[in-house]
């Protein structure tokens, strides 16, 4: 079992960066796929990206590919979102996800384990 603390959200003009990170309780965080998710009030929690048991593939809805970066640290147990030339509409609560296989993460129905989310504020 793992349990995932999301943190670093906050409130950033549009066009600035923030920096999400996700800690994970533990020791086999590595054997984990990682996603993270954003939900806004009534609408369904939308896939961002993941990364997957091996760190160096990682996979991002269109919406964000190209601004988001997401990489992870198995030594610190840390799985992080990095967030660029934020705009107005990527405002929402972020949280982050961990499943055994890429396919499970990817699709909040299946996913395993969560984390508490965290809000992001992006101001026009």
């Known amino acids: 079992q793992v349990q995932l603390v999301e943190s670093g959200g906050g409130l950033v003009q549009a066009g600035g960066s923030l920096r999400l990170s996700c800690a994970a309780s533990?020791?086999?965080?590595?054997?984990?796929?990682v996603a993270w998710f954003r939900q806004v009030p009534g609408k369904e929690r939308e896939f961002v990206g993941r990364?997957?048991?091996?760190?160096?593939?990682?996979y991002y809805a269109e919406s964000v590919k190209g601004r988001f970066t997401i990489s992870r640290d198995n030594a610190k147990r840390t799985v992080y979102l990095q967030m660029n030339s934020l705009k107005p509409e990527d405002t929402a609560v972020y949280y982050c996800a961990a499943s055994y296989s890429d396919y499970d993460v990817s699709n909040f129905r299946t996913v395993h384990y969560w984390g508490q989310g965290t809000q992001v504020t992006v101001s026009s």
């Open positions: 990364i997957s048991l091996s760190r160096d593939s990682t």
């Open positions: 533990g020791r086999t965080f590595s054997t984990y796929a």
